[in-house]
């Protein structure tokens, strides 16, 4: 149990353009997800908080025109990097707790996607 | 949310058991002990968490020391496929939308 899915898993695309990624949870419903971005032999760091049905509240530095966040369901939120650029390649990787009774009211993660901006 | 103290890196042979120390000395008390793991290119793995008492799992087992400000994580027999960087995290997350703060981790070798 417990499984986070992310989409997709590697994405490379041209400086300007708009990124989409998926993050889902499989088998609980997670009122709360998490975004977090983690650059080459650094740790995670949160990006944003993701709340089903309301605006997401992202963390200080981060930019929210940038970096749109949308939690329509309670198994899916998207991030989308808008017009990306080079700075923005990174390892992106998302989190959804779960708001279930009988969960364990802890975070689990995705897989991660891996951004390239050319 | 407290901030952790771990060591850098850490070697283990293969079928010893690998102890990971935290200290938390900041501690409150509703924060609870978490510890992930993360897998070279993959997302986080959730390992255990605990509040005051052991803990054990399938996984791993949690010993929290009787004043909770350090703690150590036992993996019983340490296959190479344990080679990760070990993260220690408290944090309130039982309540609310608490946030997980990683910091760096301690990165485990497992030695064949």
């Known amino acids: 149990g417990a499984v986070v899915s992310q989409h997709p898993s590697r994405v490379i695309c041209k400086s300007g353009t708009s990124v989409k990624i998926e993050c889902r949870s499989l088998?609980?419903?997670?009122?709360?997800m998490f975004w977090y971005r983690q650059f080459p032999k650094k740790s995670l760091m949160l990006m944003a908080t993701?709340?089903?049905?309301?605006?997401?509240?992202?963390e200080q530095g981060v930019e929210k025109d940038k970096f749109l966040i949308n939690h329509a369901s309670l198994t899916l939120s998207t991030l989308t990097v808008t017009s990306a650029h080079p700075e923005d390649s990174s390892f992106y990787i998302c989190?959804?707790?779960?708001?279930?009774?009988?969960?364990?009211?802890?975070?689990?993660f995705g897989p991660g996607t891996r951004l390239l901006v050319l | 949310d407290a901030k952790t103290t771990q060591p850098p890196s850490m070697d283990c042979a293969e079928g010893r058991a690998a102890n990971l120390p935290c200290n938390h000395s900041?501690?409150?008390?509703?924060?609870?002990v978490y510890w992930y793991r993360q897998i070279h290119s993959q997302g986080p793995q959730y390992i255990i968490h605990?509040?005051?008492n052991n803990e054990t799992n399938e996984m791993a087992s949690l010993i929290i020391t009787e004043d909770r400000k350090s703690s150590t994580l036992i993996l019983p027999h340490a296959t190479l496929r344990d080679t990760a960087v070990y993260y220690c995290?408290?944090?309130?997350?039982?309540?609310?939308?608490?946030?997980?703060?990683f910091g760096t981790g301690t990165r485990l070798t497992i030695i064949p």
């Open positions: 993701s709340n089903e049905g309301s605006k997401a509240t992202y």
């Open positions: 995290i408290v944090s309130r997350m039982n309540f609310g939308n608490e946030k997980l703060t």
């Open positions: 900041t501690i409150s008390g509703n924060e609870y």
């Open positions: 989190s959804a707790r779960d708001s279930g009774s009988s969960g364990k009211k802890t975070q689990y």
């Open positions: 605990g509040l005051k």
């Open positions: 088998d609980f419903q997670a009122t709360t």
